[in-house]
């Protein structure tokens, strides 16, 4: 029960310590892509390709963007991982994508990407790409940032409130973070299907 308690306990500390400003310019920055006719690639590895899935399914039906992400074509990701190398598979995918200036990079990661480390070298070159492009670069990250946080245009580092649990709790609040953002109303276009349920009779 004690690990059960810290861990709920810790949680309550993340929710308030997070930055709802932080929150909102991001999703300023998902309706200005909206706005503009542009694309969301949506990248992680680990948990946060997870997160990036079922983000694309989110983005594309609640939100009315046009959303993807490497992770869900595994033939192609395999291929190019075993002709290209895991540390540009996501750049070249980017590329193949002709991504332009008026499209998005989302990244769901603990680190971030950390380019002395060689740690999700992945991330870290589909990044510098990005930059190169001029597209917007949007993140939930966690601990520092790593590299995600130092070149986004808006991101949010879950924060850090025990060293032993910076994984599970920043995967987690991932989760957290982009339902809130979908269902917000300045994202939203389409009703979810329990919202839009009329309850039976009587029952909640």
Not at 73 to 97: I, M, Q
């Amino acid at each position: 029960m004690d690990h059960i308690k810290k861990h709920l306990q810790e949680t309550k500390d993340i929710v308030d310590l997070l930055d709802p400003e932080k929150i909102e310019k991001i999703i300023r920055s998902l309706v200005e892509i909206r706005r503009q006719n542009g694309r969301l690639f949506i990248l992680g590895v680990g948990g946060g390709a997870g997160i990036a899935s079922h983000a694309v399914n989110d983005f594309r039906k609640i939100a009315g963007i046009e959303a993807y992400s490497p992770i869900d074509n595994v033939p192609e990701l395999t291929a190019r991982v075993n002709d290209e190398g895991w540390e540009t598979v996501f750049r070249e995918w980017l590329k193949v994508s002709r991504l332009r200036q008026e499209d998005g990079i989302f990244v769901f990661s603990v680190g971030g990407g950390d380019a002395d480390r060689n740690i999700s070298a992945n991330i870290v070159e589909a990044l510098k790409y990005g930059q190169k492009v001029g597209a917007k670069i949007l993140g939930v990250v966690g601990r520092d940032g790593g590299y995600t946080a130092k070149v986004a245009d808006a991101c949010i580092v879950i924060p850090t409130v025990n060293p032993e649990s910076i994984t599970p709790h920043t995967e987690a609040f991932q989760s957290v973070i982009l339902h809130l953002i979908v269902s917000h109303p300045e994202m939203k276009v389409s009703e979810m299907k329990w919202e839009s349920e009329k309850p039976v009779s009587g029952k909640r």
